[in-house]
Structure formats: structure tokens, C-alpha cells
């Protein structure tokens, strides 16, 4: 019999998940962290040093991380927190400066377990910014395949027409960068002054800022209104307030999960 005539047989399916994104998933931290962590040498099962994040476990039993034993993961949570402006999306800052978790010190629940940044927000951005014990869904929701809109309001100064806006719609390339559709709109102008509503999916660096610069307008002031169905709202500045768990499962399941 020739390779060509030989039976097919399925591949065996796999049981269970790749370790690092169970513990992302249970929140140690992202699927990208948990493999610097286990090259790191800092992740066991039972007394045995992990080599690879490939490894495929049904559960993280016996797993442990800097010698403590990894909790079973929590359901997703998720809360939205007003993030003020002059914190850094961090966990540190090698120049000290304040970062998110100075706040969510005090504005989180006592009891809450550690808790991820779903993107990020400059120093001087503020707004909402969503807040997950789940590194899978951190991940998802990042990722620009996932197609979920993020709304900004800018405050700039400079002249610019309704036009011009509108032509961010085809995309621009900025100094080598290609940034894709974004939908702008004119809010109210003063002079010189206007305010600016726009929604993008891509969510690159400081794309809203290079963004309107390039149009010749000098941002004073950026916030994020909304991340998908989830809006900042006249939630205050520096609290948080998490959101109901029925509508967290309900968005998961419809999110465009990569592997």
C-alpha cells in the first residue's frame, strides 16, 4: 500500500487547554507574561519545573507559581473604572509615578481578585477603561480581529471641517503607519475650539492623538466614552463599578475568541 492509499485517521483530539492560557485565564497574569514566567523557571506542576507554555493540562491541579499553589480560576469579571489623568496603565513605573493600581486600591471591592487592564490608556487619557480577572478574555478583546469599537471625545484647537473628518473614513498613513477607518464627527465648536467625537477598532498607540496632530490640531484633552457595549457613562472620575455578570457571559460568547 502506497502513503497515498494508506487509511485517514483523525487526529486525536486534544483534552484540555495550553497551561499558559489556563493561567491566564485564572488570572496570574497575560498569556505573554505567563511565558516569560515559565521560562523563568517559575512555574511548577507538583515539584517538576514547567519548560514549555505548550504544555496541555485539563486543569491547573497541582500547578504552582513562585512556589504557591494556583487557585482554581474565578468566573470573568469585569468592571469599568474612570481612569483619572497622570496614571500610567501599569502595574509599576520605573520613574514612580502613580499608576492605575494606586487608585484601584481603594476604588475596588475588598475581596476582588487581581485584576487586568483591557488595553491601555495614556498618561494623560483618561476615561474608561475596563478592568478583567481573565487573561483569555483580556486578550480577546484587544486584538483588533475582535472588530470592537472604542469611543473618544477630543477637545482640540486648530481648524479642521466636518470634510476633513469625514475622510478618516478611507483610513490615513501616518509617517509609515497605515491607521484604518475611523468615524469622526464635529460635537460643537467655539472659535478655534471644537470638540471632536470619534470610534475606531484598531486602538493602536496614540492613534486618536497622531491621529488628529497630523490634521493640525493640538489635543488638550482625550477621553475614552465607551469600550463595545460598555459606556463610561457619569460613572465618577477614580471609581469603579462592575458590570453585572449575566451581561459579561452574554458578550463572551458572542466575542471572536482566538486560539
Not at 497574569?29 to 515539584?47: H, L, N, P, T, Y
Not at 502613580?98 to 487619557?125: F, H, K, Q, S
Not at 477630543?154 to 509609515?176: C, F, K, P
Request: a positive charge.
Amino acid at each position: 500500500m502506497t502513503k497515498s492509499e494508506e487509511p485517514w485517521h483523525p487526529e486525536p483530539k486534544r483534552e484540555g487547554e495550553r497551561i499558559a492560557k489556563l493561567l491566564a485565564r485564572a488570572g496570574i497574569a497575560s498569556r505573554r507574561e505567563v511565558e516569560r514566567m515559565i521560562a523563568d523557571g517559575r512555574v511548577k506542576i507538583g515539584d517538576v519545573v514547567l519548560t514549555t507554555p505548550a504544555t496541555v493540562l485539563k486543569n491547573l491541579s497541582g500547578v504552582s507559581v513562585d512556589g504557591k499553589l494556583v487557585k482554581a480560576a474565578e468566573p470573568p469579571r469585569l468592571f469599568a473604572f474612570h481612569k483619572p489623568s497622570g496614571l500610567i496603565t501599569a502595574e509599576r513605573d520605573p520613574a514612580g509615578r502613580p499608576t492605575i493600581y494606586t487608585a484601584l486600591r481603594n476604588a475596588l471591592p475588598r475581596g476582588t481578585p487581581r485584576m487586568m487592564p483591557v488595553g491601555r490608556l495614556d498618561l494623560n487619557t483618561e476615561g474608561l477603561l475596563l478592568m478583567t480577572n481573565d487573561g483569555g478574555l483580556k486578550r480577546a478583546m484587544e486584538l483588533p480581529s475582535s472588530g470592537i469599537p472604542r469611543t473618544y471625545r477630543a477637545r482640540t484647537y486648530g481648524d479642521v471641517t466636518q470634510s476633513q473628518l469625514e475622510d478618516l473614513m478611507d483610513g490615513i498613513e501616518i509617517e509609515g503607519m497605515r491607521y484604518g477607518p475611523i468615524d469622526a464627527n464635529m460635537e460643537r465648536r467655539t472659535g478655534r475650539n471644537q470638540w471632536i467625537e470619534l470610534t475606531l477598532t484598531e486602538g493602536k498607540n496614540r492613534e486618536v492623538r497622531r491621529v488628529l496632530e497630523h490634521l493640525g490640531l493640538e489635543v488638550s484633552r482625550l477621553l475614552r466614552l465607551a469600550y463595545g457595549p460598555f459606556r463610561l457613562g457619569d460613572l465618577p472620575r477614580g471609581a469603579t463599578a462592575e458590570i453585572p455578570q449575566k451581561e459579561v457571559e452574554r458578550f463572551r460568547k458572542a466575542l471572536k475568541t482566538p486560539e
